[in-house]
């Protein structure tokens, strides 16, 4: 077979999907179900059409299209990623996955190979966060790992549901029907950037998924007392702030102690209540994200943060509550998938490298009712989730013409 | 004289101008400038006409609301305070002061004292420094402690200017127009709640202070690098939070360990960017309050966070900006208006105490140009700056009722 990639194609659909922004260019900002995101998906559902697959939606919105094999019995071959994007986002978190899995398909039909499972490319919905708190919306409905209960629970800024906001973008049907059985995939396979910096500081093109990240998020509310900032004396207070202080530099120390670099942990919002020059902090809302390829290791750092809220929460005489918003599993990907993916590398002559994905994606959920793998282009220093985040035209190529020879190997 | 305060129609007057917030009973939001502080205004300035006063703004807002005295070429004696509220705040703060000062007029009226100097009621503006960063801003242009153009650069958090807001709250007029002259006020004297438990907890009903503490503000600005929550390790971080968080505990070791119980420092803001669940934190802004009685052992303080910035920023490579908004020197009452509040307090077989301000006060600047003195109340648990901020209606007529006496005493 003569696999050939048109990039300038590629890379062009890139270009124009990320007109479909809230924002102008250079930034994308493209919330799940905002009228950029259907006319988005409105504009894929075209180009896959063009390129003869068939094309369905599940109840949430997520997007399967087909290109059927000869063997309609066989389980599916799954490739793809979601397009939604952040407030102030670049054009290739998520993307390049969509779109190369499309261009994929079409070298591998251009090159007149004839699958013997059928390849499906799948977009998920509301990979980020954004809207509705929780990520990897559409994948964990897939999966089973969010019940559609708590899903129909999940409301907006504005305080829109999910229930409410699927309906108005024109997603029909019951949220349970979306679990898609463990079998149905084959495998799965998703191209992405790396988000890191790793593969441009090695100078390797591709990198091979081994591990996803466990996330963990949590919310942390100290209630402490407030007061007048010259009023109450230091032996007298109760300073919500200072307990946070503490708390914040706790959980940087576990992370930093926990004896692996893949651990990390981030306070990213620190509210402080009332906010005001000369008033001691009453109140103080933290969210908390940690991260490890290693379940029991995140876990100890969990640990270590529950015994400093103790600790911290006797010393300062306050309340310190923790509330878990999630705690997922690290994703292990799947040794056939990881060889399919590295005998495509070596047979295009194209270096790799085994490595761990510290950002977590579909995958991880897909991962478990599925065989799966991904793998990783470099991005411009590390650069995402910002509108100067970049990969080469070459490396997203290259990224390409590898899925396309993995997904031909795995359903031949 | 026959000196009788109509408790019951001052406490009233207190629950009906609480009723001027942004915020629903019983907190009390009165940002200054704001529609609730105009509609509080307004009412104040009807009540000041019915007793006959004389009432006149000046480009800052300042009101001055006279009682003419018989010797319209002597110099005034003063009393006021401020109704602008922080954020979630209470009832009394400056609100006693002020409805107080107008209750021992219309007191001394209605006991048939004729004045010989005038006796002004004197209503600050912005003694909170929740707008503009700045506190005491009517009290330091009057005084001249801030010059005209530097108050003219301050701007809000929207980015409107002093000179915009006080134009549309209807305050024309120069700046520079309303500093007064040192001869202006005889004496100056403001009837506050206490802000601390001191009073209460000796069972006291009155503290005349004889020296108010000096504040000093400082904004801090750290700067970081961002990144992706899951994709930088913990050693490749530059966490601005995580420096802010040993900045905040280098302050309050700094304030404890003073030597004296006077010394008080809080950081009462804190402002993460970009503040999202999976993003490192950039850049903090932190603001920083620090009292003391002795302006060397403030000035130590300030020293000591000079060097905790100095120390955190080389560990941790990052920039950490240090602006001092203001530094100002503790205030001394004047012993002829202390003198006329003990003995007024005598004269009617009132307990009293001299006590320091750990507060600061328009009084502090007041006391540039003018002898002053204050008259604290016990409040209820020491709070202020709270929505349980609370003093009882016996303790604020005992306030008024020698605030009245001290007034007639002063202008006879």
Redesign the interface.
């Known amino acids: 077979m003569n696999l050939q990639i048109d990039g300038e194609r590629l890379v062009s659909e890139i270009e124009i999907l990320a007109t479909f922004s809230e924002a102008a260019p250079p930034v994308v900002t493209r919330i799940v179900f905002t009228p950029a995101d259907l006319k988005a998906r409105a504009w894929l559902k075209a180009r896959c059409e063009e390129a003869g697959l068939t094309v369905r939606y599940d109840a949430i919105g997520n997007t399967f299209a087909r290109w059927n094999g000869s063997d309609q019995s066989a389980s599916i071959v799954g490739t793809g990623s979601h397009i939604d994007a952040?407030p102030n986002a670049g054009k290739y978190d998520g993307v390049v996955g969509v779109l190369g899995g499309l261009e994929a398909i079409r070298a591998l039909q251009r090159g007149g190979f004839r699958p013997r499972s059928s390849i499906e490319l799948l977009i998920f919905t509301a990979e980020e966060?954004t809207r509705f708190g929780v990520?990897c919306l559409g994948s964990r409905l897939l999966s089973g790992t969010l019940l559609p209960d708590t899903a129909r629970k999940l409301i907006d800024r504005d305080g829109a549901s999910v229930e409410e906001v699927r309906a108005s973008a024109g997603f029909k049907g019951k949220l349970e029907e979306g679990k898609l059985l463990s079998g149905y995939y084959k495998a799965f396979v998703e191209l992405h950037i790396e988000?890191?910096p790793l593969l441009e500081r090695e100078g390797i093109p591709l990198g091979i998924v081994t591990k996803i990240?466990a996330?963990a998020?949590l919310r942390i509310s100290i209630e402490g007392a407030?007061?007048?900032?010259?009023?109450?004396?230091?032996?007298?207070r109760r300073?919500a702030?200072?307990a946070?202080?503490?708390l914040?530099?706790a959980i940087?120390n576990a992370?930093?102690s926990s004896g692996a670099?893949d651990?990390?942990?981030?306070?990213?919002?620190?509210e402080?209540?009332?906010?005001?020059?000369?008033?001691?902090?009453?109140k103080v809302h933290l969210?908390v994200?940690i991260?490890d390829t290693d379940l029991q290791r995140r876990d100890a750092v969990m640990h270590a943060l529950d015994l400093a809220c103790k600790t911290i929460s006797a010393k300062r005489r306050m309340s310190i509550e923790t509330e878990v918003l999630n705690a997922d599993a690290p994703g292990d990907c799947a040794p056939f998938v990881i060889d399919a993916l590295s005998r495509s590398c070596t047979k295009h002559g194209l270096k790799f490298t085994p490595m761990v994905?510290?950002?977590?994606h579909d995958s991880l959920f897909m991962g478990r009712i599925a065989p799966v793998a991904m793998l990783f282009i470099p991005c411009r220093n590390?650069y995402?989730?910002r509108p100067d985040e970049y990969a080469s035209p070459e490396d997203i190529a290259k990224g390409t013409l590898v899925l396309a020879e993995t997904l031909a190997m795995l359903s031949a």
Chains 1, 2 share one sequence.
């Open positions: 952040i966060p990520g988000q890191g990240a996330p998020s407030g007061g007048h900032a010259g009023g109450v004396l230091m032996p007298d300073d702030l200072c946070a202080a503490e914040v530099l940087e992370a930093l670099t651990t990390v942990a981030t306070v990213g919002i620190c402080v209540f009332p906010g005001a020059v000369n008033s001691i902090p009453s969210s994200d991260r994905s510290r950002a977590y590390g995402s989730h």
